[in-house]
């Protein structure tokens, strides 16, 4: 059980345009999902919280308008990267929580911004 | 004092031996220290975790060692195998709170055949 999974597992896109990534609680109801950036041979860095049917919270020097996040429903968030640049391409990983209970991660999205 | 410092950076290990890795953290208010292992390209996955009101606890080859009161945990991994080698971060987070984690900076451990 506890499994989380992301769409799409790997994305290219070009300078300027927006890219959209889901992420799934598939056998649980996630009350709260996180957002993490990782580049590469470094830690992951939270980039926002958020429960269902709210705003999400971000960290501090994340930017909310390039980083858009929805969790509209109990088993899915969306991280959407407007106008992406290639300093945006990182590993993009989700992780879900059901009250009480363990952060499950997501396998991770490899965005590459040419 | 959010940080958790995690250390070594990197090891190298024979098969069999026994890979340590330590975390420290200043935030008393912590309660919550998960350790995750992490292959390249893929998400981390929870190993296990502790609260700070055991010292020790165990599953399997992995066992977590917690010293409340210098604030500080280990990862110990019994008879490592080269299946082991993986990046492993330990995080901490307040259980009660919106318990987003706190990471480590990693240590990338190699398992030698």
């Known amino acids: 059980g506890a499994v989380v999974s992301q769409h799409p597992s790997w994305v290219i896109c070009k300078s300027g345009t927006s890219v959209k990534i889901e992420c799934r609680s598939l056998?649980?109801?996630?009350?709260?999902m996180f957002w993490y950036r990782q580049f590469p041979k470094q830690s992951l860095m939270l980039m926002a919280t958020?429960?269902?049917?709210?705003?999400?919270?971000?960290e501090q020097g994340v930017e909310k308008d390039k980083f858009l996040i929805n969790h509209a429903s109990l088993t899915l968030s969306t991280l959407t990267v407007t106008s992406a640049h290639p300093e945006d391409s990182s590993f993009y990983i989700c992780?879900?929580?059901?009250?009480?209970?363990?952060?499950?991660f997501g396998p991770g999205t490899r965005l590459t911004v040419t | 004092q959010q940080q958790v410092k995690q250390s070594p950076q990197s090891l190298i290990v024979q098969k069999g031996g026994i890979p340590i890795i330590n975390c420290a953290y200043e935030?008393?208010?912590?309660?919550?220290f998960p350790w995750y292992q992490q292959f390249p390209g893929k998400g981390p996955a929870l190993l296990i975790a502790?609260?700070?009101?055991?010292s020790e606890k165990k599953e399997g080859r992995f066992t977590i060692s917690f010293n409340k009161s210098a604030k500080q945990f280990s990862l110990h991994i019994m008879d490592s195998q080269p299946g082991d080698s993986a990046t492993y971060f330990c995080?901490?987070?307040?259980?009660?709170?919106?318990?987003?984690?706190?990471f480590g900076t990693g240590t990338r451990l190699k398992v030698l055949a």
């Open positions: 992780s879900a929580r059901e009250d009480g209970r363990e952060q499950y």
């Open positions: 056998d649980f109801q996630a009350t709260t």
């Open positions: 958020s429960n269902e049917g709210s705003k999400a919270t971000y």
């Open positions: 935030n008393t208010a912590f309660d919550y």
């Open positions: 502790i609260r700070p009101d055991v």
């Open positions: 995080a901490a987070s307040i259980a009660s709170g919106t318990y987003k984690y706190i």
